[in-house]
């Protein structure tokens, strides 16, 4: 499979906050299943998940496969089990006040503040189930990370396809930091360096409600993002999040209360200032980081070439300098991501360069570079545009 096919996204010109959602109980204030399913197939709910565990236990099985066994096999011949069915029941899923209203609020918030706030779900529940809720008709996530079926031909569900439990959460996080969001795309084992990250971990917020989030909260407390234990403003039981505090699993909690001005909302809101501010410092390291290498001589004969080039191709005014400097420019294969970037910064802002920037030799040194990336950056999305065009 290429890698256009799989489904990535791509650094942006403004900084990305990803804020990421376990479902049942952080936006729901129950299990999905529980919420029409269960007594479609005429158990009560504390006799479904008794036997559901109990086949789990008893059979070393994972307990989200274990549920999702108990399903199908309770709905035959009781109620039709298709993804269309599942949907129908996630549509009448209750969601805790303000969420239909929540997520495209906060973006709209993060928008004002200069920072692009995008929606995942990460959920042990059924994708299909989210998939049917209002919010996700409306196009409130990103990405639906959670369990599913496969289907057969008469739309059926016949297998999962998909299960997600408390351990392997922690995965997703990885593809929205990188950008890889398809399941399959093996590039989320790919290195990438800090500056290539699309959501670096420290603009990642988890939030969640229980000891199933607490691998998720624990990455990302780790790499010095944000999570938030919430609970039942109704029964204002905050046995949990006070555990999870007490052992480091959260920064912060709140009612789930996602309404505006709620202790909740003003928490996210601040969340965004400060990512606000600290991306322009950000920005400045980074702007900083590239006049060093512009500067500095370096230590050998390789990186002293490279840096004269570098500033060579920069300053050039002719034509024909520019073609021989590019013949220089690729007999070196070792480029950094902040070399690369420097020189599409170039390609675009020396209108000599820019001019013959499709000119055989020139199209091929960068079109080399962009095959070498892991994560497009704006200037260098822009160099493959002009690359890709007609003459």
């Not at 290195?191 to 988890?206: A, D, H, Q, T």
């Not at 905050?238 to 909302?265: C, N, Q, S």
């Not at 980074?286 to 290498?293: A, G, H, L």
Request: charged share 30%; net charge negative; glycine share 6%.
């Amino acid at each position: 499979m290429s890698d256009k096919e799989y489904e990535r996204k791509y650094k942006e010109d403004s900084p990305v906050i990803a804020i990421c959602y376990d479902f049942d109980k952080t936006l729901s204030p129950d299990d999905m299943q529980a919420q029409g399913y269960i007594q479609s197939v005429g158990y009560n709910i504390p006799d479904f998940w008794k036997k559901s565990n109990s086949l789990a236990s008893d059979n070393e099985m994972d307990q989200n496969l274990a549920y999702m066994y108990i399903m199908k096999q309770e709905s035959e011949g009781k109620v039709l089990f298709t993804k269309e069915k599942l949907a129908e029941y996630g549509a009448s899923v209750q969601l805790f006040s303000g969420v239909e209203q929540w997520f495209e609020r906060i973006r709209e918030y993060g928008k004002k503040k200069g920072v692009i706030v995008e929606h995942y779900i990460i959920s042990s529940g059924l994708k299909e189930m989210i998939e049917g809720t209002p919010v996700a008709q409306a196009g409130a996530f990103e990405k639906i990370y959670a369990s599913s079926f496969y289907y057969n031909e008469k739309g059926v569900a016949v297998w999962p396809a998909q299960v997600v439990n408390y351990t392997n959460k922690t995965q997703f996080l990885f593809r929205i930091e990188k950008g890889v969001l398809d399941i399959n795309d093996p590039a989320v084992n790919e290195s990438f360096s800090p500056e290539e990250m699309r959501v670096p971990f420290r603009n990642i917020v988890y939030i969640g409600d229980s000891d199933t989030d607490i691998p998720c909260m624990k990455l990302v407390n780790s790499y010095g993002g944000h999570s938030i234990g919430v609970y039942n403003a109704k029964t204002m039981d905050k046995t949990k999040v006070y555990k999870m505090m007490r052992d480091g699993r959260i920064k912060y909690f709140a009612p789930a209360d996602y309404t505006e001005g709620t202790e909740l909302d003003l928490l996210v809101k601040a969340i965004i200032d400060r990512t606000s501010a600290n991306e322009a410092l950000e920005t400045l390291h980074y702007k900083y980081k590239k006049e060093r290498i512009k500067a500095d001589k370096g230590s050998n004969e390789e990186e002293r070439q490279k840096t004269d080039l570098l500033i060579a191709l920069e300053n050039s005014g002719s034509f024909a300098n520019t073609h021989t400097l590019i013949s220089e420019l690729q007999e070196i294969d070792n480029w950094s991501f902040e070399e690369k970037e420097i020189l599409f910064h170039i390609s675009l802002s020396n209108s000599q360069v820019r001019y013959i920037l499709r000119d055989l030799d020139v199209k091929t040194f960068y079109n080399s570079l962009l095959k070498s990336m892991k994560t497009m950056t704006p200037e260098s999305q822009e160099v493959k545009h002009i690359l890709e065009s007609d003459d």
